[in-house]
């Protein structure tokens, strides 16, 4: 029997696959049933519920939806496993992806590069474990620190951590915790199993303390040297050179090749720095991806040189925004602020002396900017936050965004 805390896109995969459930979610008022069979409850009724569940089944599994934060009651009160523990058993060869940024695009690299060899995608990227093939020959996971927080048992095989900066505070409570769940899954690895990690992690007591053999990256540079690779083969720049190179490390790792022309037919997903024109014939770019600091940051960094009309704001998860503050300070920037943290930004601004329109939704703030763009300047999106304090997802945020502009 299982009992399915949350139910989110991994849960609802796992109650279609095993029905029948228990599920408590916030979002059921009554017990009541789907057409599965699965029992829904609210989550409030759990403690008195578990109980009984456990008494008529004692090798029950309790599995939460990763977003759920440690605070949660359902939380305290079940010490629950996640689905990558649920499907270690059965999980074949696989390659973790984890970090701040970069998660997606890496994991969708190397997919493209080892679709040949039989190789599948999941996790954070979309397809839950459940509606993976068990039997296929790899596995290659976007990996959430929210899931290596609930992980216990389940390992890869191979791990790639791209650069960590600050991100989902509040959920983990502290950086340094954040920091230890990206980095808890080489404690579990095996000797001759490897891991390619920031060098800025190198002195972590959880390196200190693996048997996997470790590579260490403090830029692109020292990774193409690492394992052999030619940066200038690749056609991508950065921040995706990063993201290509750790694709070709796990192919140079895995098969001893390292197939640029192939890496080259990748094409970016949207949202992710992306370009177009409005109808006047001025660049905007949708980066509504950045839903941290050193996503902007590197947004910013490739236009550093030109004036940036940047829209900034939304949840910002607790980040201390100053240091892309100190980053903006040293560029032409014009801020337009939107979402919950809004004042927060114009204060900044004016700490940094920067000009800063408080515009609150990004309707105002595409209209405001459409007002000062120039042709020789560039319009962004780059919130540096997320975006469920407006929108459904970043997904949402970015083509709201693109609607706006054409319609100007």
Known sequence: MLVLLGYGKTNQAIAERFSPCYIFDDSFTQESSDSKGNTLLPSSALPSKLQEILKQNPQTKIITTPGIPPQNPMIKTTNPISEYDFFAPKMPFSIWISGTNGKTTTTQMLTHLLENKGAISGGNIGTPLANLNPNAPLWILETSSFTLHYTQ?????????????????????????????????????????????????????FCQNTLAKLFFYSNSRSLAT???????????????????????????????????????????????????????????????????????????????????????????????????????????????????????????????????????????????????????????????????????????????????????
């Open 153 to 205: 048992i389940a390992k890869p095989n191979l791990y790639l951590l791209l650069p960590i900066t600050q991100d989902h505070i509040n959920w983990h409570g502290d950086y340094e915790s954040y920091i230890a769940d990206k980095l808890k899954p080489i404690l579990a690895m095996k000797d001759k199993e490897i891991a390619i990690l920031p060098q800025s992690l190198q002195s972590h007591p």
């Open 226 to 408: 690492q394992f052999f690779l030619d940066s200038s083969k690749i056609t991508f720049k950065e921040p995706f050179l990063l993201d290509s190179l750790l694709a070709l490390s796990v192919t140079q790792i895995l098969y001893g090749e390292a197939d640029y022309n192939l890496l080259n037919t990748f094409k970016i997903g949207t949202h992710k720095i992306e370009e177009f024109f409005d109808s006047y014939n001025r660049l905007w770019v949708d980066d509504s991806k950045g839903t941290n600091l050193d996503a902007t940051a590197e947004a910013i960094k490739c236009y550093q040189d030109k004036v940036i009309h940047l829209i900034l704001g939304g949840d910002d998860k607790g980040m201390d925004l100053t240091p892309l503050f100190t980053l903006m300070a040293n560029c032409q920037i014009t801020l337009y602020a939107i979402g919950s943290n809004a004042q927060k930004i114009a204060t900044l601004s004016k700490k940094y002396s920067l000009p800063c329109h408080l515009c609150h939704t990004l309707e105002v703030a595409v209209g405001e900017i459409h007002k000062h763009h120039k042709k020789e300047s560039i319009a962004m999106l780059s919130p540096a936050a997320a975006s469920l304090d407006q929108f459904s997802s970043y997904k949402e945020r970015g083509e709201r965004f693109k609607s706006c502009v054409k319609s100007l």
